[in-house]
Nanobody
Framework: QVQLVESGGGWGQPGGSLRLSCEVS????????MGWYRQVPGKAREMIAR???????YYDNSVKGRFTISRDRAKNSVYLQLNSLKTEDTGVYYC?????????????WGQGTQVTVSS
């Protein structure tokens, strides 16, 4: 069974902070590089941050220096700390493995969590 459960989104002001969480099935989490993806209306979903099992991180230029990805093996969870929020950070945020989970020839996604940044 595959579980990707995102939470923690909501409304934030420009310059503010939010923290996203994603609980992942243990058998997937323990051996996978994990990523956070963002989808904005009218655009394709894009990977913005990733973290290996050894906690090596990578960030897209759009979030570098503002977002921090982390993972907790004991909780089978990956997190995304969003600081210095900008209006262009608005979107639906998803977590997934890298490469993405495929089941029955389809990419598996959780429900995502909405982040809205506005004043």
């Amino acid at each position: 069974q595959v579980q990707l459960v995102e939470s923690g989104g909501g409304w934030g002001q420009p310059g503010g902070s939010l923290r996203l969480s994603c609980e992942v099935s243990e058998h997937i989490f323990q051996s996978s590089t994990m990523g956070w993806y963002r989808q904005v209306p009218g655009k394709a979903r894009e990977m913005i941050a990733r973290i290996t099992t050894g906690s090596i991180t990578y960030y897209d230029n759009s979030v570098k220096g503002r977002f921090t990805i982390s993972r907790d093996r004991a909780k089978n969870s990956v997190y995304l700390q969003l600081n210095s929020l900008k209006t262009e950070d608005t979107g639906v945020y998803y977590c997934n493995t890298i490469p993405e989970i495929i089941f029955n020839s389809r990419t598996v996604w959780g429900q995502g969590t909405q982040v809205t940044v506005s004043s």
